[in-house]
């Protein structure tokens, strides 16, 4: 079955450390991989975006994310975390002749000064 | 360019009252879809709109809820009548393409 999975549920980082958040999925062929972030009381915004092409993709807010397809992973990273980044990350891939997002169930990040 | 827009931002409403919430997609997106996260749970598709059509209602937890997009412009998502565990976040989205989608700031709704 497709399936998107982010198997962190919390991750707890100190303010300049760097982070890494994980995303699998489980699907045919390699689907359009996202990832979103949700501040508290915010909507969600988009970070980035892999289509296809170079594997290592940059977004916004100094995020950036690389495809695996051997390891069927998305990742997300950031060399340097900022209080301001805790929030809620959300992994979404849309399958190829698709046009419905399916949501990991997000990682909390949270940021110690 | 604007973005998504939806209204209202935040709504509390007694068991058994009604709500219509009300998305504005990016203009000139045909896709527009409704999302819903309860409290703590997963991001949960509702359906999808081309234009003013149906695509997909799959999401749709039971006939209490009810979608329109007429004229294929901004779209509304009704709940009547409203039941406790309806309480969440409803998200909408919209897309030109239906590969990268732009959401909005979110519906947040609260039954007692």
């Known amino acids: 079955a497709q399936s998107v999975t982010q198997p962190d ?13 994980r995303c699998n999925y489980s ?3 390699t689907p359009y991989l996202f990832w979103y972030v949700q501040s508290p009381g ?3 915004q988009l970070l980035l975006k892999y289509f296809s092409g170079d594997t290592l993709v940059q977004g916004i807010k100094g995020f950036e994310a690389e495809f695996k397809r051997s390891q069927s992973s998305f990742n997300l990273r950031k060399p ?8 809620e990350y959300f992994c979404a891939v849309v399958a190829r002749g698709s046009y419905i997002p399916t949501f990991g169930r997000g990682t909390s990040l949270i940021v110690h000064p | 360019e604007a973005g998504v827009t939806q209204f209202p931002s935040h709504s509390v409403i007694e068991k058994g009252q009604t ?5 504005d997609p990016i203009s000139g997106h045909d896709n527009l879809y409704w999302y819903r996260r309860v409290m703590g749970k997963e991001i949960k598709f509702l359906l999808h709109f081309v234009k003013e059509s149906k695509q997909d209602e799959s999401g749709m937890p039971n ?8 004229g294929g412009t901004y779209s509304t998502l009704k709940v009547q009548p409203a039941e406790l565990e309806d309480s969440g976040v409803y998200f909408c989205a ?3 393409d239906g590969n990268t ?7 947040w709704l609260t039954v007692v």
């Open chain 2, 94 to 96: 919209s897309s030109a």
């Open chain 2, 63 to 70: 006939n209490r809820f009810l979608a329109e997009r007429t």
């Open chain 1, 27 to 29: 699907y045919g062929a």
């Open chain 2, 19 to 23: 709500v219509t919430l009300r998305c």
């Open chain 1, 80 to 87: 340097s975390v900022h209080w301001s980044d805790a929030a």
């Open chain 1, 42 to 44: 915010q909507g969600l």
């Open chain 1, 9 to 21: 549920i919390h991750i707890t980082v100190s303010e300049g450390a760097s982070l890494e958040l």
């Open chain 2, 101 to 107: 989608i732009y959401f909005g700031e979110g519906s």
